[in-house]
């Protein structure tokens, strides 16, 4: 499956942001997604998850003020970011498994379908 984030962009702290993510495989429900961020520097980070049955688990650090859906019918996931930080900022990526296993859904291992990145900026 081909994977496609998309929405990133330069927002001020405290404004929102959604990114997207299509595949190209009309059997996505049946892929957990995540999503994760890498900011300049720093190694790539798990930011949350959704299962296949709508389940979805996020970081500490961006536990409610993010939060992810999926529509299958559009073969997308969204990632709303809410209330953002200039720590947000990173190369956001989205990544898909159909194998993966629940204790596994948080790491970079578990995924081996990776969207190509969009980075969100966040002024102070």
């Known amino acids: 499956v081909q994977l496609q984030a998309s929405g990133g962009g330069l927002v001020q702290a405290g404004e929102s942001l959604t990114l997207s993510c299509a595949a190209s495989?009309?059997?996505?429900?049946?892929?957990?997604v995540a999503w994760f961020r890498q900011a300049p520097g720093k190694e790539r980070e798990f930011v949350g998850w959704i299962s296949r049955s709508f389940r979805i688990s996020l970081a500490d650090s961006v536990k409610g003020r993010f939060t992810i859906s999926r529509d299958n019918a559009k073969n997308t996931v969204y990632l709303q970011m809410n209330r953002l930080k200039p720590e947000d900022t990173a190369v956001y990526y989205c990544?898909?498994?159909?194998?993966?296993?629940?204790?596994?859904?948080?790491?970079?291992?578990?995924?081996?379908?990776w969207g190509q990145g969009t980075l969100v900026t966040v002024s102070s």
């Open positions: 495989d009309v059997t996505f429900g049946r892929y957990v």
């Open positions: 990544a898909a498994s159909q194998r993966a296993i629940l204790s596994e859904y948080a790491s970079r291992s578990a995924y081996n379908y």
